[in-house]
């Protein structure tokens, strides 16, 4: 298995980190101190959109750099399938309000049975416990009324396939 050395490795975490957390939480910040968003929990569905492009943008240029590093395919894959996940999400907010806690859940599950099945990385305990937290968060989204049965169901189809589609191409 490919090895990371130690300087390198951290700068590519912060690097991740910075790109596909720090900033995307600041920029819903600017958002709601904007008043482009009306909380940073985004329930209304027609202020989801703009959220969707700002961290879809992050995650993309996140996965070009690690893309153009020379790195391990499979980091690039996952955040490949990240940013297809998320612009997808974007394009379905315009019909149905789909559950980005599945999308994000079944993004793990389907990065677990990617590695699985592409690599000798046997993640199969992982890939089980992703599928049973999945459906608790699925639960809880229909029990919170957040979210449509359809909406919970996209949401989480949508996750594994992305990432399912990242490590194909």
């Known amino acids: 298995m490919f090895q990371i050395s130690g300087s390198i490795s951290i700068i590519v975490y912060l690097l991740i980190f910075l790109n596909t957390c720090l900033l995307p939480v600041f920029a819903m910040l600017v958002l709601k101190r904007m008043g482009l968003i009306s909380s940073l929990h985004i329930d209304i569905q027609t202020e989801r959109s703009l959220p969707y492009f700002i961290t879809f943008c992050f995650y993309l240029s996140t996965w070009w750099l690690i893309y153009k590093a020379p790195l391990p395919a499979f980091i690039a894959n996952l955040l490949l399938g990240a940013a297809i996940a998320i612009l997808l999400a974007g394009i379905i907010n315009y019909k149905i309000k789909i559950s980005s806690h599945l999308i994000g859940v079944g993004g793990a599950v389907g990065s677990f049975l990617a590695v699985n099945l592409y690599s000798t ?15 608790l968060m699925g639960w809880a989204r229909l029990e919170l009324r957040a979210h449509q049965p359809i909406e919970v169901y996209s949401g989480f189809l949508l996750g594994v396939f992305s990432q399912l589609a990242a490590f194909i191409l």
Request: hydrophobic content about 75%.
């Open 121 to 135: 990385v046997d993640f199969s305990f992982f890939f089980i416990v992703s599928i049973l937290l999945a459906g």
